[in-house]
């Protein structure tokens, strides 16, 4: 019974410590005879349905700041999203469909390549020649330090 005795009196320390009245009051239901077991059950059950009050009203507290904070950062998303497409550029090219057309761009393209429209045609056709018949190639003859290789 000394060990329930020490928590008892370390609770009631704790209490006569605290300079808060509701605490004092805390003392007084201590001390207070004859209150039956079920009595105490009561008491706490009442005791938790206050702690559930107050949970509730958190969850409500904490339910909007979250809404709140869910409709900042969408807010945050579509201004970014608003600003990358104010960034964005957009190129259209019109490729001409006519064969006129498409020969202008192609010598338009290979004039900046240094080539002409004639040589180009010139290769695809050597090489369209060369794959339909099924001609090789003969090798190519190279010097490698003095003398002659041949490779394919």
Known sequence: MG???DRKSSLRACLEESNNPRM???IKILDTPGIS???WIHR???ELMDGVVYLEKLK??????MRE?????IAALNRASEKEKENEITINVDVP???SGIQAFMEEANAANGTTTQEVKKRKTKAKVAAV???KKEPRKKKVKGEEKESV
């Not at 409500?60 to 700041?65: E, Y």
């Not at 904070?69 to 950062?73: E, G, I, Q, S, T």
């Open 3 to 5: 060990d329930n005795e």
């Open 60 to 65: 409500d507290i904490l339910s909007l700041n």
């Open 37 to 39: 077991a079920f009595e």
């Open 133 to 135: 018949e099924g001609v």
């Open 44 to 46: 706490t059950q009442e």
């Open 69 to 73: 904070l869910d409709a900042a950062r």
């Open 97 to 99: 469909i006519s064969e």
């Open 24 to 26: 004092q009051n805390y």
